[in-house]
């Protein structure tokens, strides 16, 4: 049925959807079909052989012969959009016509384009004096992805971008440019359609223990929907997003109606996932002892692989649907997509509904335009796959002995006949040992998301030159998190009868802005002027409830919970913070090839209420000159341009820090403060210069990209001890000097359309240095996460973001392993030691486009070189003895080593295999001894196609069908360390470059299908 497919609000107002449904279908049959044939040529009368015309709003495109003539069929108002290369691209409505000869003007290189800036502003690519990249919706959806911000992984200099290892709709770490808050967030803020979004992400860590993951904010949304989305990276192009646009800006634009073209698109993308590697474990030795979960005994032979088959393939449906029309007055574009997947562990499920409208209108003689957005969401996540110690499939999975047969276990529960219930049917039970079958099963999880965004935008035209324009948004979030422990599971998350728990917490965000803008012309001088200000209000509140012993077994509500024995029923304690500004900008363009950007902005934060420094103001500077208009360059340089600019931005700091209050946690307990108020807190800033150059070659065939840039956050805040007797134990100081340096480079190709073979490739390049600069007078050195499990990430002086520290194995001034009277390694005592950074040391795109005829290929190889990753996984593994290495050891007669027993000067050559991975290996071990090489390189993306030709669809039903072949991750061209290090383990700022038994990357092959009609 289809109310099984569209969220319940989507049935409200069936009559207004009804109506824009037959409005748009009464307007496309009212349309006539013809055939439009003319010739193209430049100002002179010479023909254009190879010249694309294109269909507006389709992917219907024909090339014009070698007379420069040319036939399309199209509708009577359709829009033909005509392109070649070096020549300004025109459009012309057809308007029943069915000859057309066209002239096309030279280009002036990108001197016309129109790029998305701050705000939502639309500005001329010549006068942008910072860094930006486009990535279109096309390159989004090419190969199908549940969280889309995943594909722009590789295309985009300058941006990393981490998968959450958590399956189908798992939510991904975003850098630009590297950390810079050793306590914020370092994550770009998203912009949709100039309103800023809450990327709000459903995630909770518990150490290494468990890391949960129910998906973020941005992976809610339907990529079908995206025209395109422009990467502001730096802080110039940032600055008038204020405080929360620190670290960058990721703008997303969103599709609307065209203005004289009905289509109905629909896109259909279907995606096998398998699991791309797994752990390696020796097959040699079995079960220490009957009983035993470790595997350090007598050999063995045939032993059953009992892990491939575990693994599931995943399969992943997306279909969306989309219908789009209008005319000068109104345009109408309405979506509906629908997001199935599986994951490649059992009972792993996603299932998204995506249902957008987007009017758009203008009155009063097209003065007043006006438009309005709406999107409703309905997700749901089942079991979400957990990493860490405990709680996970992958323990049981991986740490059976070897040797014996899971065969008897995959019937996971058995009938407790004296209790009449099923339990767990397993042999080693513990709070990380448990049936993966069973936990697949009876360990639920899931995360019901329910989100609505709103947005209106009107702008009334005062004068030819003077527009005003007010905006208003809301994006309400309502997750519901529930996690049921059947009776069975191990007792530290269910009790006798089982164990339940339940978050519900609604966010709610409200935006508004009143923008001024100007735009006028004097002779050589033209000017264009912004002033505005601006309010965002976020609200959080919310329940939880939990206990760990029910009174009826299995019964999963608040009322079956025991709250005497660890159980809890509270109200989240309400949040609510408060951003207002006062922002403007200038951009002055001299002749057209020198322009001077300005732009100032003040921020009142109620975060920083109890301070003196509630207000802050940042500016930001640049200056671009465009070489070609300004110098007689060589006739090979079409397009030349210089550009710089500096800026400060604000950051705010996290709610309740300046005068912490005793509160209830949510367990409804009062938690007493221990923190001193912090009245002389100042709001972090990060100071950014950027240089860049910008050049075309070849009549724009060949273009070049440079950017150096270097960022210095400052006034980071920072918790220190407060000495005995003064009431507290904590209190914040501000500190800190961050310093991100790099250089980015893309190199661009495009053939001339002429040729049949049709190429488009753009090469990424990116560089980032960090450095600590400074921390603070009473701070050595500030912890982001200090594990039990020997692992930490800690900033240091002279340090990087990213440092990893843990235990490591004892050697002497010559380097050799220190070896005690026992024959075991000794582990190095005192302070945990630096092992290694996780951050690469340059990342490498390299994204390819290929048309021949009616075939298109495309594919993309993307690498990251350098830095180094953890791999507690493979400490378990030691520890247990399944491990491969382990195995060859115990092959070998021992693990080789060089040497020396303690206190002596007698040479060690070999240790006996059990003592060292028992001593090095295990949890709570050495784990600086498990690091491994980052650099990793791979065929990210391909897709093969075909377009079925415009001369075989023109009297059908169908104006374009297109098909591919997709595959994504298929080949690692290189990698060295045993798990994926694009995967991590949470998003948090801690635990990057760090594995704790998490889910392996996929290897995905799959089919799209797009069709207009």
Known sequence: MLNDYLPSRFFRKPLLVL???????????????????????????????????????????????????????????????????????????????????????????????????????????????YATQKVTGSELTKVAETNFINTISGKVSGVSIYRNASGVGGSAKVLIRGNKSAQGNNQPLYVINGVPMSNFASESINQSFSSFDGGDGISNLNPNDIESINVLKGASAAALYGSRAANGVILITTKKGKSGISTIDFSSSFSMDRAAYLPEFQSSFGQTAPGSEESWGEAITNAPDNISGFFKTGKTWINSIALSSGNENMRTYLSYSHTKGNGILEDNKLTRHNLSIRETAKFLKD?????????????????????????????????????????????????????????????????????????????????????????????????????????????????????????????????????????????????????????????????????????????????????????????????????????????????????????????????????????GRNDWSSNLSFTPNGSYFYPSAGLSVLLQEALKLPEVISYAKLRGSYAVVGNTVPLYVTNPQNYLDGRGNVNFNNKTPFTDLKPEKTKSLEVGAEMQLFRNQFSVDFTYYKTNTINQFFSIAVPPGTGYSLRYINGGDIQNSGVEVTLGYTSLPGTLLRWNSAVNFSTNKNVIKRLATEVEQFVLTSDINNYYSILKVGGSYGDLFGQVVKRDEKGRVVIDADGKPVIQSGSPAFVGNSNPKFKLGFNNNFRYRNFLLSFLVDGSFGGKVMSLSEQVFDGLGISKASGEARLNGG???????????????????????????????????????????????????????????KDGFFKTVKFSLVGRNLVYLYKKAPFDPDIIFSNGNGYSGVEILSLPATRSFGFNLNVTF
Request: net charge neutral.
């Open 19 to 129: 109506g824009v449904i037959l409005s748009f279908c009464i307007t496309a049959f009212a349309q006539q079909q013809l055939t439009v044939s003319g010739k193209v040529t430049n100002i002179k009368g010479e023909v254009l052989p190879g010249a694309s015309v294109n269909i507006k709003g389709s992917s219907t495109t024909v090339l014009t012969n070698n007379s420069g003539e040319f036939a399309i069929s199209c509708y009577s108002n359709s829009i033909l959009i005509f392109s070649y290369s070096g020549f300004e691209p025109q459009e012309i409505s057809v308007n029943n016509a069915t000859s057309l000869d066209v002239q096309l003007l030279e280009a002036q290189g990108v001197l016309s384009e129109v790029v998305v800036t701050a705000l939502g502003v639309e500005r001329k690519s010549s006068q942008v004096t």
């Open 367 to 599: 003065k007043l335009s006006i438009d309005a957005n709406l999107n409703i969401i309905s997700q749901h996540m089942h079991n979400p796959p957990m990493s860490g110690f405990q709680a996970t499939q992958l323990y049981g999975l991986y740490s059976f002995p070897r040797g014996l047969s899971m065969e008897p276990y995959k019937n996971f529960e058995i009938f407790d006949s004296v209790r009449n219930v099923g339990t767990q049917n397993w042999p080693f039970i513990t709070a990380s040992n448990q049936n993966p079958y069973w936990v697949a099963n009876r360990n639920l999880f899931d995360n019901k998301r329910n989100r609505t965004m709103v947005n209106l935008v009107a702008k009334y035209d005062i004068t030819d030159w003077l527009n005003l324009q007010l905006r208003g948004n809301m994006d309400k979030t309502n997750d519901v998190n529930t996690r049921k422990y059947y009776v069975g599971t191990a007792v530290a998350y269910g009790g006798p009868n089982g164990g339940y728990n339940l978050l519900n917490r609604t966010l709610t965000e409200y935006y508004g802005d009143a923008i001024l803008n100007a735009s006028k012309s004097f002779d050589k001088i033209s000017l264009n002027v912004l002033v505005g200000s601006s309010i965002t209000d976020t609200r959080t509140n919310g329940e939880s409830a939990g206990s760990t012993l029910l009174y009826i077994p299995n019964v999963f509500t608040i009322q079956n919970m025991n709250p005497l024995n660890g159980g809890y029923a509270s109200s989240l304690s309400d949040g609510r913070q408060q951003l207002q500004a006062v922002f403007g900008s200038a951009n002055i363009t001299y002749n057209n090839w020198l322009s001077l950007d300005v732009t």
């Open 895 to 953: 693990v080789k080593v060089n040497g020396v027993t303690e206190g002596t000067e007698t040479s060690v050559t070999s240790v006996d295999a059990r003592k060292w991975y028992q001593t090095v290996g295990g949890i709570q071990h050495a784990t600086g001894e498990y690091m491994y090489d980052a650099t990793n390189a791979r065929v990210r993306e391909i897709s093969l196609g075909y377009a079925i030709p415009s001369t075989v669809l």
